[in-house]
């Protein structure tokens, strides 16, 4: 029967350092993968508006220009950006103030 080490591996009697077996082999770097707006929009169920406004803010990760034309996100970036999401315990949004309204102020009720 074939055994195995870490440093090592045995098959039909021969030896060879486990670093020349394919799954020990250093990985290539991966390409920094892009992704079109079409593909955002797919993973993030926002508006346009507010994924730019949260650009803006530093919210969201920025997109950039490959060419003239054509605008991509770094989709490590949008991904890490998503599993921060689910981790942060998000607050509910404040309902708006009512006090501050220019239109149907509110009416204050005079105590008797």
Known sequence: MTTATSTQRTRRGTQWPASNCCCARKKEPDMQRTIRRDELRKMVPLAD???YEMERRGEFPK???LTA???VWDLAEVEAWIQARKQASLQ????P?????RTRPVQTVAAT
Do not use: E
């Not at 509910?92 to 309902?95: C, E, M, S």
């Not at 103030?97 to 309204?101: G, S």
């Open 49 to 51: 508006s507010t994924i």
């Open 63 to 65: 997109r950039f220009n």
């Open 69 to 71: 034309r054509c605008v």
């Open 92 to 95: 509910p949004a404040p309902g």
């Open 97 to 101: 103030d009512v006090r501050q309204r």
